[in-house]
Structures are given as structure tokens and as C-alpha cells.
Nanobody
Framework: QVQLVESGGGLVQPGGSLRLFCAAS??????????ISWYRQAPGKERELVAS????????HYADSVKGRFTISRDNDKNTSYLQMNSLKAEDTAVYYC?????WGQGTQVTVST
């Protein structure tokens, strides 16, 4: 059974940073073979793709709204993906989810506020 556990969310002031973690277990094949995506969902809005990192040669994709501020990465030895978020803005407030192999984690809340 595939399981994803996100962590690292919290309350941060505008301009601050957070690092999110997504730990995967139960995947049928090596973690290194899967693409990993981070999404977010703000209250009253649809879930949106934030960033993806693909298998093989490291290739990443970012939503325009986070380019230059967020960095997605992965550690295949630890079956973990990271989302480093810098220069956070109030509009980044949302529940952040990772997705691997069509499976969603439970999400982690990020709140950017004074």
C-alpha cells in the first residue's frame, strides 16, 4: 500500500522560508523511477500544481507563481521529496500535498501571515 506523509508546514511571516517534506513508502518499484509533484489548495480554490520533479536526469517544472522562489528536489536513498519555499507571500497560504504514483498524502498546512 502506497503511503505519502507530508510535513514541514507551519506559520511563517511574509518573506520567510519553509521546507516541506514528502516521505513515500510502499511503492511497487524504486522511488527513483517515479515523478513527484507538489500541489496546493487554498480555501475556496481548486487544487493547483506547484512543482514537479521527474525521474531519470533531474528535470523540474514550476508554476509561474512560484518560479524563482520555490525549489523541488528529491533524495532517492531516503524516498523523500522536498519543497524549499523562500520569499513566501500571503498568497502562498494553502494546504500543500505531494502526489506520487497517483497517490495523495494528507497534506500540510502553510500559513503566511503577520
Amino acid at each position: 500500500q502506497v503511503q505519502l506523509v507530508e510535513s514541514g508546514g507551519g506559520l511563517v511571516q511574509p518573506g520567510g522560508s519553509l521546507r516541506l517534506f514528502c516521505a513515500a513508502s510502499g511503492l511497487p518499484f524504486s522511488f527513483s523511477l517515479y515523478s513527484i509533484s507538489w500541489y496546493r489548495q487554498a480555501p475556496g480554490k481548486e487544487r493547483e500544481l506547484v512543482a514537479s520533479v521527474f525521474s531519470g536526469p533531474v528535470t523540474t517544472h514550476y508554476a509561474d507563481s512560484v518560479k524563482g522562489r520555490f525549489t523541488i528536489s528529491r533524495d532517492n536513498d531516503k524516498n523523500t521529496s522536498y519543497l524549499q519555499m523562500n520569499s513566501l507571500k500571503a498568497e502562498d497560504t494553502a494546504v500543500y500535498y505531494c502526489n506520487v504514483y497517483g497517490t495523495w498524502g494528507q497534506g500540510t498546512q502553510v500559513t503566511v501571515s503577520t
